[in-house]
Each structure stands twice: as structure tokens, then as C-alpha cells.
């Protein structure tokens, strides 16, 4: 299931017109067999995107563990249709996407052993279109 807001304020918002920022966080780790997917560039991620990570991630730990996404795609970005001529007011919302600012965490995966989970969450990072690296505890 594609993620995204239910309800927002406005039906349609402005398109983001900078890329997300650096992001300067530490990861406080308390847990054994914790993994983490973080970003090591910014970009952006849509819902499609996001949730072919979760699905690919899911299959290969078989179910297993708890993933969590850190990530939720909240800016609505619109979009005409390619025939339509000019005016006519703005295109419809056609998907949503997640501004990712380098150094943050994308997905978590606890309670299971290595050797299936950093598999797990490089296949999953494969499908993401932005450079990735796998934290491991």
C-alpha cells in the first residue's frame, strides 16, 4: 500500500524547490542485532519508491525481525497531463514524496541475526535511488 497523508491543509502546496539539507544527527543504539539503512546524499523519495524497499527488505528476512520506516512522503507534488495545452490552472496531485537530507535513517530493522539482515537491507537499498550505507550494531 503507497503511502500517504490523509488529510493535508492545502490540496495542492508549491513544488519544493531546494534539495534537503545535511542533516547532523548521532544514532543512539541500545539494542543487539539493530540495523539501520542511512542516507549519505540528499534527494528525494516517493511513496512508490519507499514502499519497493519495504516489500524487497520484508522477502528476504522472511518476515522476520521488526523494520520500521523512519520516513513518511508528505509533500504532494502535481503534475498536467502531457497533451494538455497551457493554463487552465495547476495539474492534479500525482504523487508524494519524502525529502531525505544526508545523514538520515530510512529504515530500521531489529531482532535479527546478520547475516540475513545486512543482506536484507542492501537488497533494499538497491531499489532506492540515492547512495545508502547500512549501520550495523
Do not use: C
Request: hydrophobic share 35%; no cysteine; charged share 30%.
Amino acid at each position: 500500500m503507497l503511502t500517504q497523508p490523509k488529510k493535508t491543509k492545502y490540496r495542492k502546496y508549491f513544488k519544493p524547490r531546494r534539495g534537503p539539507g545535511n542533516l547532523n544527527q548521532t544514532h543512539k543504539l541500545e539494542e543487539l542485532n539493530f540495523f539501520a539503512l542511512i542516507a549519505m546524499e540528499s534527494g528525494f523519495l516517493n511513496g512508490r519508491q519507499i514502499e519497493a524497499a519495504r516489500q524487497n527488505i520484508r522477502r528476504k528476512v522472511k518476515r522476520e525481525g521488526k523494520l520500521e520506516i523512519k520516513v513518511f512522503p508528505d509533500i504532494a507534488i502535481s503534475r498536467k497531463a502531457s497533451a494538455a495545452r497551457m493554463g487552465k490552472g495547476k495539474g492534479k496531485v500525482d504523487h508524494w514524496v519524502s525529502s531525505i537530507p544526508a545523514g538520515k535513517t530510512i529504515f530500521t530493522l531489529y531482532g535479527i541475526e546478520a547475516e540475513q539482515g545486512v543482506p536484507a537491507l542492501q537488497s533494499g537499498a538497491n531499489k532506492l535511488p540515492i547512495k545508502l550505507k547500512i549501520y550495523q550494531l
